[in-house]
Nanobody
């Protein structure tokens, strides 16, 4: 059974940092592109960052230079290091896995940036 479980969210002050983790099971993570999306309320879910199976990465402009995505295939885990957090980064952050037509999602972890 496929599972993606995010953790590491919570409250943080502007300028602070958080590290999100996504532990996966039930599929061979090293064969999948992994990434993070975020969603605010009923707004459309938006991509944040992704890391391909070859380790190449891509970021949305609004997180470039602040967020770092990484993966540890031996631990079946993908990370999102979030630095210099802003109030507008407040959202539920979702981990996903994708390979061809297959895609899997986690349940999300709330990140709240507030003073």
């Amino acid at each position: 059974q496929v599972s993606l479980v995010e953790s590491g969210g919570g409250p943080v002050q502007p300028g602070g940092s958080l590290r999100l983790s996504c532990v996966t099971s039930g599929f061979t993570m090293e064969d999948y592109a992994m990434g993070w999306f975020r969603q605010v309320g009923d707004k459309e879910r938006e991509s944040v960052a992704c890391i391909n199976s070859d380790g190449s990465t891509a970021y949305k402009d609004f997180v470039k230079g602040r967020f770092i995505i990484s993966r540890d295939n031996a631990k079946n885990t993908v990370y999102l290091q979030m630095n210099s957090l802003k109030v507008e980064d407040t959202a539920v952050y979702y981990c996903y896995a994708r390979r061809g037509a297959d895609s899997f999602w986690g349940q999300g972890t709330q990140v709240t940036v507030s003073s």
